[in-house]
């Protein structure tokens, strides 16, 4: 292991550390408990730090001294840029199912919400019916098109890693926020890698909203 691989993973380790502790409901829970007229802008502050954090693994990953693994040529080339321009496409389509505002913190800062969770209902895109995090999907097609050196291994590595435990994080949460809701959506939909067999229907879908079982 060299010394840049080695200081990545940390620099990795320490971001994923710091946002998995902002983003939990126990950090959440304690400033509205302290600071309550801090919550308003806690998610804006939230994804800027996220952000302005996440430029520092990227820009070691992109300068730091790495060995070429792999390169997509000929046909193999067309088809990783064939899936990211699906990816990027898809992450664009289901951006009209989320509320950008309350995304970016910019609806609880107008209204000064001082609630701890989320204040969007449970809902559903049409990419949801086949996996339940479709942008931790969406993001990992990217990540493994590139071509690969051996810092861009580490980060994209590192990456995965995190969305699957982040992913884990995010449900106990989703759970405490919906409960049962969310519980059966979890038993029919797979996690971050849709399956042919298992997905939602429109009339399952439509059963989970009313709280009601498909017929």
């Known amino acids: 292991m060299t010394t840049d691989t080695g200081i990545l993973i940390l620099v990795w380790l320490a971001y994923f550390a710091v946002h998995s502790v902002l983003a939990s409901l126990m950090v959440k829970r304690f400033v509205a408990g302290h600071w309550p007229h801090a919550m308003p802008w806690y998610r804006l502050f939230f ?3 996220a952000v302005l954090l996440l430029a520092v693994p990227l820009w070691l990953t992109l300068h730091g001294q790495a060995v070429s693994l792999w390169q997509w040529r000929g046909p193999w080339q067309w088809l990783s840029g064939l899936l990211s321009v699906v990816a990027l496409t898809g992450l664009v389509f289901s951006l009209r199912y989320y509320d950008g505002q309350e995304f970016i913190g910019l609806r609880q800062l107008h209204k000064r919400l001082m609630a701890v969770e989320d204040q969007e209902h449970f809902q559903l895109s049409p990419l949801h019916r086949y996996v339940r995090h479709p942008w931790y999907f969406l993001a990992l097609v990217l990540i493994w098109t590139r071509d690969m050196d051996s810092l861009w291994l580490v980060s994209a ?7 699957i435990v982040g992913s884990r994080l995010e449900e106990q949460k989703l759970i405490e ?4 809701v969310y519980r059966r959506y979890r038993q029919q939909v797979p996690a971050l890698f849709p399956l042919p067999w298992r997905h939602l229907s429109r009339a399952g879908e ?4 009313h709280g009601t079982h498909e017929t």
């Open 47 to 49: 994804n800027s730090l």
């Open 157 to 163: 590595t590192m990456m995965s890693l995190y969305f």
């Open 177 to 180: 926020y919906h409960g049962d």
């Open 206 to 209: 439509q059963a989970l909203r």
